[in-house]
């Protein structure tokens, strides 16, 4: 099959532009952070969903906000504290009086993007309660299960975990999140701009495409091209992690898919109808680093899954050029 066949130029095209749009959208209230804002819009176009992490006020609800606007669509946003139950997220069933039987309360799960804000703040047992909807796309319930909109993506943020009163995502659902970013501190020119905002009205993003339109999008992406021989390096770089030294966790298959996808997404936002190594490179350590446990001696060492990941990025043999143009 060739890459005309796969996707035309002209689909590439429009693909490519919406992209722009959405990251233009978000970039309007984000401000000095085009990467992260590029890893997150792939993250969303990929059909997975985005955990952030950094340091209170730099501005993680605010993407996450961003995002959910240009995207359009129903949007919830649940604030995780230590009281807060699954139902809450999920729904209840409640009795009615007035007809003396029993009716479901869909929760707050119920839409298109779900924002889940410092979910590290909620128990383990709430936090368990996305479990389900964030790998199958639906809720089950009193024995009746029930399908989520479509499309559905969950944004969650969270704390560091040496911040007070954190509790941390066990290892099966950090799975789950396709990437984690960290934002950082605003560049000083940014932060600046952002800053003299306070005096005026803030801005805010623009929903910029339907629902339909995202879910055409997501479509367009998973038709770019990836070679056998980038399938290869992928898998390479995933063993690697099962087999480190420094590392008692490695990446899943989930990760190998995951990544894959995400690459797609990138290389389509680059106006290409193929992804290459340099995508795999952009976005592996988001990607991947989250999915994978030092080992705890290389945690007191100070090395960070972040460092590993790294490393075998840099020590994996990259494909030639022409190997993943050509597949």
């Known amino acids: 099959m060739t890459l005309i066949e796969m996707l035309d130029p002209a689909s590439r095209e429009r693909g490519s532009t919406a992209l722009q749009r959405l990251h233009s959208s978000v970039a309007g209230v984000i401000r000095g952070k085009d990467h992260e804002i590029d890893l997150a819009l792939a993250c969303m176009v990929a059909g997975g969903h985005l955990l952030i992490e950094d340091k209170p006020g730099t501005g993680k609800t605010t993407m996450a906000k961003a995002i959910a606007a240009s995207i359009g669509g129903s949007v919830r946003r649940v604030q995780f504290t230590p009281d807060l139950l699954p139902s809450d997220i999920t729904g209840v069933t409640v009795f009615n009086p007035a007809t003396t039987e029993f009716t479901y309360r869909e929760g707050p799960a119920f839409a298109n993007l779900l924002i889940a804000d410092e979910i590290n703040r909620a128990s383990p047992k709430t936090q368990a309660a996305l479990l389900e909807v964030m790998e199958e796309r639906q809720i089950t319930a009193d024995g009746v299960t029930r399908p989520v909109p479509d ?177």
């Open 151 to 327: 499309p559905f993506m969950v944004v969650a943020t969270q704390n560091p975990l040496d911040f007070q009163g954190t509790y941390p995502l066990p290892e099966v659902q950090l799975d789950r999140f396709s990437m984690k970013l960290e934002l950082g501190y605003a560049p000083a020119d940014a932060e600046l701009e952002v800053m003299a905002r306070i005096r005026n009205e803030q801005p805010s993003a623009q929903q910029v495409m339907t629902t339909e339109q995202f879910r055409e999008l997501v479509v367009l992406a998973s038709r770019v091209n990836v070679a056998p021989a980038l399938h290869r390096y992928v898998l390479e770089i995933v063993t690697a992690t099962r087999a480190h030294r420094d590392l008692r966790l490695g990446v899943s298959t989930r990760g190998a898919i995951t990544l894959l996808a995400v690459i797609r997404a990138m290389a389509l936002g680059r106006n290409r109808a193929f992804a290459t190594p340099e995508d795999v490179k952009d976005v592996a350590v988001q990607v991947l680093a989250h999915r994978v446990a030092v080992t705890p001696e290389a945690e007191i060492e100070g090395i960070t899954n972040e460092e590993v990941v790294g490393s075998i990025l840099a020590s994996t043999p990259v494909p030639r050029a022409r190997e993943t143009v050509d597949g």
